[in-house]
């Protein structure tokens, strides 16, 4: 687009805007509404409301009676005042750091105003975001200024202008850009939709909010259409490709010796959940169509009995299994567990991570083209292009939301020629809202049952200033033969962070914890490292463990009984429910404390909706309210449709009218080769083209 600097377009690529079409889809998040200007008098009998202090910004035109310019020094530079007076009132209008308006503010000029008016015994003063000096004989008529989400150096005013240079560029230059609509004509008609030309128009530059809300209401119908039609597109093309054939293992006596085997080897019985989700999973294997399954399931729920089962069952019938975790930490756990559990059957698993030696590595590969290993469990290490596999049948996800959709698709796409049956795992529940959103294309198993035995844990929240106290407590379960997790949320000490890691752990082990085997775990830690301080805190020789988030999934310590997290606020909802989830896995009572700073109590009370409750479906619900739905787990690292400004919770009654649509339209043409669908086709090639210039970048 003409007249975008190099400068200007590597700030766009900070918004996620590459091309003119994610500049058209760039939106307001509000409007400014500039179109009138009430009588300064009716600002000034607001002051006794209750809602006067709270009130949004507001508009107000007179004439300077009185104006004054200061110099400042440091980064404001400046401060101007200014009284406007409309003759029903005047009120004093406040600019900082805007040196030139010494200049442009006269006495009787005439001025129109916006901003946020805080009421005082003197009068009323505005703190201004926004004016425009009138010409004397000029009627103010004002207009909807949309406000855009911006980044540094990149103001919203900024944007709308290359937006609208945007809307005239694509409308005239070339027409396609806007006229290659979306939506089929069938459902724009039947919606009541406008075309997209006239829909851009109202979302960026309204002149009513009821044309904005139109616009949005077919922009958002878009966003989640075109979701939900990658989905069912997807699914369509993958129940048609091959899949690993499992039939010898279908008829009635090997599932009959599959079923005592699998219950030889656990050490514990199936809840009902479990048996429920293995039965669904074992139903899909033996399909001649691959399984794609999420499954989800609180900490501790026993999903690697699924697991487990599945790459059982892939053995029998002559597969090879890929398990994939996101760290090394959490590989080489689920290694010792599944290993030690499937060679018990006859199977030869091995470990696959970067940390291991060249000649280690090696000889793993070369034992995994040849099939003389049934499994491998590794980390991103298993992507690599000279892992290759003999026979992969069955590919496992482990806290799925941590991989991005092409690190997934890459596992899978080891299976030449074959689509592996495919089991995604989480231990972070997903809202039903994000759940049907997100992954249509997946069958969504949910363990919904602990195993018995299990109590809740008990969560408090407490501030700052309890945390010797709170110390004491720790210790004193330590002194009891039990273990204990303390959770920094940063590595080193930060503006941001009051309590970093490697602080505590000096700190802690000289005061507090003196006497007390106490270590310390992060991220920058070599691996073999991190390793080490795993086992020996697994095996009881460290009793505390001082620690960034790194071991939010899959830790398991049965003996820990106590999780502390400093600066809890500093985390997110779900996130605080994954830590505690670390305690509390061997039957004995164990217990969440959530440290917070004394003057935060809006933190606090979030913390307190995690103290609430144990059930973590209600916590992730409550958790995407407040941060949002965010990149939809990764949807937008493989250029699917990402939602820009559709909102999952708000408007998920548009959501089902629009998957309805989608998945109809899929189900009667699988390909999109029906001419009425040639548009949408198109769209869709299009977007898988932006897709590969963003990956590109």
């Not at 004989?137 to 937006?163: F, M």
């Not at 969440?592 to 933190?603: K, M, Q, R």
């Not at 979030?606 to 973590?616: P, W, Y």
Request: glycine share 8%; charged share 25%.
């Amino acid at each position: 687009m003409p007249g975008v600097a190099v400068r200007t377009a590597d700030q766009l690529e900070r918004l996620a805007i590459f091309t003119l079409k994610d500049l058209l889809r760039h939106f307001p998040y509000r409007y400014d509404d500039l179109r009138s200007a009430p009588a300064i008098a009716s600002i000034l009998a607001n002051r006794d409301a209750p809602q006067a202090q709270v009130a949004g910004e507001v508009n107000a035109v007179g004439r300077v009676v009185r104006a004054a310019h200061v110099r400042l020094r440091g980064r404001i530079r400046s401060k101007t005042t200014a009284t406007i007076d409309d003759g029903t009132g005047s009120l004093q209008a406040v600019w900082f750091g805007r040196p030139y308006l010494g200049n442009q503010l006269r006495v009787d000029a005439r001025v129109f105003v916006r901003g946020r008016v805080d009421y005082t015994l003197t009068g009323a003063t505005m703190n201004v975001s926004r004016h425009r000096i009138l010409k004397d004989d000029e009627g103010y008529e004002g207009e909807l200024i949309p406000v855009y989400p911006q980044t540094a150096g990149l103001a919203s005013q900024e944007l709308r202008r290359l937006i609208m240079r945007a809307l005239r560029v694509a409308v005239g230059a070339d027409p396609a850009l806007v006229e290659l609509d979306a939506l089929p004509a069938g459902i724009r008609t039947r919606e009541h939709f406008p075309d997209v030309r006239t829909a851009f128009y109202g979302i960026h530059s309204p002149a009513t909010p009821e044309e904005a809300a139109q616009a949005r209401r077919r922009l958002v119908y878009e966003e989640f259409f075109l979701l939900a039609l990658s989905s069912a597109l997807r699914r369509a093309q993958r129940s048609a490709e091959p899949a690993p054939d499992l039939s010898g293992v279908a008829g009635a006596a090997a599932r009959a010796e599959f079923d005592h085997i699998l219950k030889s080897l656990l050490p514990f019985s199936l809840t009902g959940a479990q048996e429920r989700v293995t039965g669904e999973v074992v139903s899909d294997m033996l399909k001649r169509s691959p399984m794609n399954r999420l499954l989800q399931g609180d900490v501790g729920s026993g999903k690697t009995a699924v697991a487990i089962a599945a790459m059982l069952l892939a053995q029998r019938g002559g597969y090879q299994s890929a398990f994939m975790a996101p760290t090394e930490v959490l590989a080489a756990q689920q290694f010792n567990k599944i290993s030690g559990l499937l060679s018990q059957a006859g199977l030869r698993c091995a470990l696959v991570i970067g940390a291991l030696r060249r000649g280690t590595r090696d000889d793993i590969l070369t034992q995994l083209r040849r099939a003389e290993l049934d499994a491998v469990i590794g980390t991103h290490a298993l992507l690599t292009e000279d892992v290759e596999f003999h026979n992969l049948g069955l590919v496992v996800i482990d806290e799925q939301h941590r991989f991005g959709v092409l690190q997934r698709a890459a596992l899978r796409a080891k299976a030449r020629g074959l689509s592996p049956h495919t089991l995604v795992m989480t231990a972070t529940p997903i809202p039903r809202t994000l759940a049907q959103t997100v992954y249509a294309d997946l069958d969504v198993s949910i363990i919904d049952e602990l195993p018995p035995g299990r109590r809740p844990v008990k969560t408090y929240v407490r501030t700052a200033q309890s945390k010797g106290k709170v110390c004491e407590f720790v210790r004193a379960e330590v002194e009891k033969g039990r273990q204990a997790f303390i959770v920094c949320p940063a590595i080193d000490e930060s503006e941001r962070a009051l309590h970093s890691a490697v602080a505590q752990a000096q700190e802690l082990q000289k005061t507090a914890f003196a006497g007390i085997q106490v270590a310390l775990l992060h991220g920058r830690m070599a691996v073999m490292q991190k390793a080490e301080v795993m086992k020996l805190f697994a095996d009881g020789f460290i009793k505390i463990l001082i620690s960034t988030s790194v071991i939010e999934v899959g830790v398991d310590i049965p003996n820990a009984s106590v999780m502390l997290v400093l600066d809890a606020q500093a985390f997110g909802l779900a996130q605080l429910h994954q830590l505690r989830g670390r305690v509390g896995r061997s039957g004995q009572q164990a217990y969440c404390i959530l440290i917070a700073p004394d003057d935060d109590e809006e933190g606090a009370n979030r913390l307190r909706l995690v103290a609430g409750t144990n059930d973590g479906f209600a916590i992730a619900e409550e958790d995407m309210k407040i941060r949002g739905s965010g990149d939809l787990a990764g949807v937008r690292q493989h250029g699917a449709f990402g939602l820009r400004l559709a909102h999952l919770l708000h408007d998920y009654p548009v959501f089902l009218a629009a998957k309805k649509a989608a998945d109809a339209l899929v189900k009667s043409d699988p390909v999109l080769r029906r001419p009425e669908h040639k548009a949408l086709a198109a769209f869709v090639a299009a977007q898988d083209r932006d897709s590969a210039l963003r990956l590109s970048s």
